[in-house]
């Protein structure tokens, strides 16, 4: 059976090369059939074996172009010709095991996320890594769009308001997907000392925030000059072992 693994790219922040990156983890950490779909704006430079769909027309008020809540429309009633359940990537993270699991873990549930790293016991999901069914929670979607900024006051981020508005929401097991920057990095000061490791279960690394893949990989922590007195990451050589 294939299995369906989304990406949304937009904007200029993330080159193709983080979609190509992607593609070519996924592949790696499967075992079955492949459908590898990127919903964009601008599709040059893709992989070709990335199935590529148009970005739905940008109608929302001008502060939502580059914000996460742009990525509502997934909720729609149909969203291309996709069906069933639908792994979602964020482009910025690494793929580091095997991504059947994501699909094999409680297939009933409508919504299976990683639970939000900081916000541990309070039911809220990162959306970074979510596998949700085409068509299960319209009203999410509908709600959104009927006042946009009402939603964004109320909830501030669009996980949050997907989390606390669904109906329905399972969350996978913690090992598999860490944060970089939250799990990974040593505490002040050991992270002057100690290169974060990568523990042996964690399928997912996401890179919220700051450092990105390539800046963590260097040793470069971007901050303001006294932040840097805390905030601070050592050259860590197993991100390029993945991300490629």
Same mark, same amino acid.
């Given at each position: 059976m294939t299995q369906t693994v989304l990406c949304l790219k937009w904007g200029t922040r993330y080159g193709p090369h983080y979609a190509n990156r992607l593609y070519s983890m996924?592949?790696?950490?499967?075992?079955?059939?492949?459908?590898?779909v990127c919903i964009t704006d601008d599709a040059e430079d893709l992989d070709p074996g990335i199935e590529v769909k148009p970005m739905p027309p940008f109608t929302l008020p001008e502060f939502f172009r580059n914000r996460p809540f742009r990525r509502m429309f997934?909720?729609?009633?149909?969203?291309?010709?996709?069906?069933?359940?639908?792994?979602?990537?964020?482009l910025d993270l690494l793929v580091t095991g095997g991504i059947d699991d994501f699909f094999d873990f409680k297939p009933e549930s409508s919504f299976c996320v990683a639970e939000n790293w900081t916000q541990e016991g309070r039911g809220i999901g990162n959306m970074s890594v979510f596998r949700f069914?085409?068509?299960?929670h319209p009203y999410l979607?509908?709600?959104?769009?009927?006042? @946009?900024?009402?939603?964004?006051?109320?909830? =501030?981020?669009?996980? %949050?308001?997907v989390s606390k508005q669904i109906t329905e929401i399972d969350f996978f097991p913690s090992k598999w997907c860490v944060s970089f920057?939250?799990?990974?990095?040593?505490?002040?000061?050991?992270?002057?000392?100690?290169?974060?490791p990568l523990p042996k279960d964690v399928k997912v690394v996401a890179f919220t925030g700051k450092p990105d893949p390539d800046e963590a990989l260097e040793g470069r922590y971007p901050? @303001?000059?006294?932040?840097?007195?805390?905030? =601070?990451?050592?050259? %860590?050589?197993?991100?390029?072992?993945h991300w490629r």
């Open positions: 996924v592949k790696r950490n499967t075992q079955r059939p492949l459908r590898f997934i909720w729609d009633e149909t969203l291309f010709d996709l069906e069933g359940n639908v792994l979602h990537f964020d069914r085409i068509g299960s979607y509908q709600r959104f769009i009927a006042d @946009p900024m009402k939603a964004y006051h109320d909830y =501030h981020n669009s996980q %949050t308001f920057k939250h799990n990974l990095i040593p505490a002040w000061p050991m992270n002057f000392i100690q290169t974060p901050a @303001p000059w006294w932040k840097k007195i805390y905030k =601070h990451v050592r050259p %860590t050589p197993w991100i390029a072992e």
